[in-house]
């Protein structure tokens, strides 16, 4: 830990108490009267360190989810500020896309380390940055260490073609860079989106100027600082905080070649339109109502495991989550019975204690919009099993924390609001169906496409229904597997492009055609 602090990595002042790790304890700064917590060091970073705006305007309060307590006042940045970023950014970029990709790599895969050698540190900030449990947390850090190393190893493969041309003449292609790229990140996944963001982006040679969600703000500095620390140019990965309008200057920043935003579908449209002004190509990766499809002939046991993986992970706040769950009507009693007695059981609480497997909603106005949800659902006619109501832990620290119980809601039908709205929180809506003809007709009823899957024995049966699926990222017998190595992304309303996978460096680079003449040029004229 003290090499930890010496590596300029003050990763959690604000932990105060509930940290683990006493010897940090003294340098937080706690306030006598409220109890609250407050973040010293500031969260936007460029220029190689962080950056306190002297003059900031516009700030907003940030709440730690677990207790509803302050973490901090969050500074957003204005014009002057992003673009002293995006001109860091810049200066990085022309340093950064001349390096060799041996080079690079090298720098990201000592990121990649310093990362494994603080994941408790940066999971316990993260939890937290999010309210989610430490179990998850860990789960997230790991995550984004291995995109970096796997697009560290990508760095090195980046090549065009050779194309020979009548006459010994020839052409060829040139992957390059776009240039500054622009990530904005949403609240589920702080961590591990910015690094999901960044490291096909510097792979393929660009910098980057990074937004968190205005409500999770403190994680996504830790992996500049990581970036900083590993050896990377200064301005090679920019943090500015803000919201809405720091967001449409990112957008509308004539030096800034691509956005990359993960967050809801309506964002995600003025994203696309804001880009479209510049003509700057756009990921997307946006909302999802995904069905999950479980068959007669599937193990149940296994079915319903899948199916609480697919409905409350991260307090259910997972933009692919299989909330749409369609049990043939054969085991519809059964799978009840067994998802509601797991539900149940599902420990909620401190999302710091090892045993909690469930922690806090991002915040207060999120989770009274899920529990409206739920309301909304006993009066359209549903009937709710299990949970759906506050919770509050014994632990009377925890008494203002923006807790729920896990619901599992039945008697739903395709038209009502909890089946057709994504609600990003703890709720499975379960509905029967008969026919795989007929499952799949609901199944992609949907304006949104982003995961679907499917649980059943009958190997055929599994990939002819994948197939008709309407959806970019489907399991099969297993439910949220999001391995690095592999492309994620949605069809329809759930976004363009993809994230993981050999594929994303298409998504962060251009294709230059050369043509070399080797004879005399043949002119008409």
Avoid at 321 to 348: C, H, M, S, W
Wanted: glycine fraction near 8%; include cysteine.
């Amino acid at each position: 830990m003290a090499h930890f602090l010496q590596g300029k990595m003050p990763l959690v002042k604000f932990l105060v108490q509930r940290l683990r790790v006493p010897s940090l304890r003294h340098e937080i700064s706690r306030s006598a009267s409220s109890g609250t917590m407050v973040i010293k060091d500031p969260l936007n970073f460029w220029g190689a360190d962080r950056v306190k705006l002297h003059d900031a305007a516009n700030t907003e309060a940030v709440y730690e989810p677990a207790t509803g307590r302050v973490l901090c006042q969050l500074e957003h940045c204005g014009p002057k500020e992003v673009n002293q970023a995006v001109l860091h950014a810049q200066t990085a970029f022309g340093v950064w896309s001349k390096m060799a990709g041996m080079e690079r790599a090298k720098v990201m895969l000592e990121a990649a380390r310093i990362i494994e050698s603080r994941r408790e540190d940066i999971a316990e900030a993260e939890v937290v940055n999010n309210g989610k449990s430490i179990t998850e947390a860990r789960m997230d850090v790991d995550s984004a260490r291995l995109c970096i190393e796997y697009y560290a190893g990508l760095a090195t493969t980046l090549a065009g073609q050779h194309v020979q041309l009548p006459g010994g003449s020839f052409a060829y292609t040139r992957r390059e860079p776009l240039g500054v790229c622009v990530g904005i990140g949403a609240w589920n996944y702080p961590f591990q989106i910015a690094a999901w963001k960044s490291a096909p982006a510097l792979a393929c040679g660009n910098s980057m100027v990074f937004k968190p969600s205005p409500v999770t703000p403190v994680t996504a500095v830790l992996l500049a600082e990581i970036y900083a620390q590993a050896g990377a140019p200064s301005g090679l990965y920019n943090v500015v905080q803000g919201g809405q309008e720091t967001g449409m200057l990112l957008c509308h920043h004539p030096s800034v070649a691509k956005v990359s935003f993960t967050g809801s579908v309506p964002t995600g449209k003025k994203i696309m339109e804001m880009a479209s002004s510049g003509v700057k190509p756009v990921t997307l990766e946006l909302g999802g109502k995904s069905p999950l499809i479980i068959f007669e002939d599937s193990d149940v046991e296994n079915a319903v495991r899948g199916a609480l993986m697919a409905n409350f992970l991260s307090q259910g706040q997972v933009c692919s989550n299989g909330t749409r769950v369609f049990v043939q009507r054969q085991i519809l009693p059964q799978f009840l019975e067994e998802v509601v007695r797991r539900t149940k059981a599902i420990q909620i609480g401190d999302p710091l204690l090892e045993q909690t497997r469930m922690g806090a909603l991002v915040n207060r106005p999120h989770l009274d919009k899920v529990l409206g949800f739920i309301s909304q659902a006993k009066e359209e006619g549903a009937r709710i099993l299990c949970g759906g109501e506050p919770f509050i832990p014994a632990d009377p620290k925890l008494k203002d924390g923006y807790y729920m119980s896990p619901c599992v809601i039945d008697n739903c039908t395709d038209d009502m609001t909890c089946v057709r709205e994504e609600i990003f929180g703890p709720v499975m809506s379960v509905l029967p169906f008969d026919t795989e003809e007929e499952v799949l007709q609901r199944a992609n009823d949907s304006t949104m496409g982003l995961a679907a899957g499917v649980f059943t024995k009958d190997v055929k049966r599994a990939h002819r229904v994948v197939e008709n699926l309407q959806a970019g990222a489907c399991f099969i017998n297993n439910y949220n597997i999001t391995p690095v190595e592999v492309p994620f992304g949605g069809y329809k309303a759930s976004g363009i492009g993809r994230e993981n996978g050999q594929v994303t460096t298409e998504f962060y680079s251009q294709l230059k055609t050369v043509v070399v003449e080797m004879g005399d040029v043949d002119s008409l004229f």
